[in-house]
C-alpha cells in the first residue's frame, strides 16, 4: 500500500496549520540556526510513518534533509535511532510534534497488528482490519495495519457491498438484498454478507455472495458450519454459479486467534489495532547547532 502524495500532502497542510495557527511563537529564539537532529524509539516495537517525515518538514522549509535509518514495518528496540534530520531549526522545532504524533500513532497501530499477525503464523489465515477508523486518518491508520503485516479491509463504502443486519432487516433479507446490489454495482465489485446465523450464511452463499462474514460465532460452531457453506458453494459452482467464496470471522477476541484459524476460514477482521493500541512512545532529540 503506497501513500500518494496528492492524498497525503493536503492532510499534513492541514495537521500543519492546526498546530501552527498564525505561526511558532519561539521562532525569533531560533532565527538562522542550522541544527541536526534524530528520532529515537523509547519502546520495542514496529516502525511506521517514516514516509510522512520528510514531505512534512518539505512544507516547512524545502531545504530540510531527511535521512531515515529504519523503513516502515521494520522492528525497532527502545534507544534506536530512527532517523536524522538537518535544517534550520525553526522547522524542526515547528513540524516536530506533529511529525512524532503521526509517526507515534501509526507505529501503535503497526506494533498491536503484528502482535495478532504473529499468532496466526503458519495458519494461512489473515487479518484484516475494519472500517473502524479515524475520520481523517483512514488511509494512514490502514497503512499502518499494512506496515504490521495485516491486510486492509474495505477502505469506504465504494470498494466494496457489505451487507450488515440493517441491510438484511430492511432490505427484505438476504436474496432480495444481494439481487439488488449485485444489479446495481459495477462487475468488479465483491457482495460480502455479514451473517448472524447458520441460516444468515447458507442463504447469503446460495444467493451468490462472494464472501461471509461470519459474526460473533464461536469456534466450535464455525468447525462444523464452514464445511457446509464450502459444499454450497461448489454446488453453487456446479449450477453455473461462483464456486469462489472467502469465509471471515470478525468478534474474535485476541486469545483465541489460534482457534479460529483452525476452523477453515480464510480471514479474521479486528478493529483491535486501530481501536484500542497504544502509542509508541518515540522522541526527537537536537544535536549541537551547526551554524
Known sequence: MTLPAALI??????WLAEDLGRGD?????????????????????VFCGGVLVEPLFRLLDPAVAVRL?????????????LL??????????AGERTALNLAMRLSGIATATAALVAQLAGTG???????KTTPGLRVLEKYAVRCGGGVNHRLGLDDAAMLKENHLAWGGGVAPA??????????????????????EAQAAVRAGADAVLLD??????????VPRLRTLAAERAAAGGSGSLVLEASGVRPE???AYAATGIDLISSSAPITRSPWLDLSMRFEPVLV
Open 9 to 14: 500532502e493536503p492532510l499534513l497542510r492541514a
Open 25 to 45: 511563537l519561539t521562532a525569533p529564539a531560533l532565527a538562522g540556526r542550522l541544527v541536526r537532529g534524530a528520532w529515537f524509539a523509547k519502546a520495542e516495537g
Open 69 to 81: 535509518l529504519v523503513a516502515d514495518g521494520e522492528p525497532v528496540q527502545a534507544g534506536q535511532r
Open 84 to 93: 536524522h534530520l538537518e535544517g534550520q531549526a525553526a522547522a524542526l522545532v
Open 125 to 131: 489465515v489473515r487479518l484484516a482490519d475494519t472500517r
Open 178 to 199: 444481494v439481487a439488488a446490489v449485485r444489479a446495481g454495482a459495477p462487475w468488479p465489485a465483491r457482495v460480502i454478507v455479514e451473517a448472524e446465523t447458520e441460516s
Open 216 to 225: 460473533e460465532f464461536t469456534p466450535e460452531a464455525l468447525i462444523t458450519l
Open 256 to 258: 483465541q486467534l489460534s
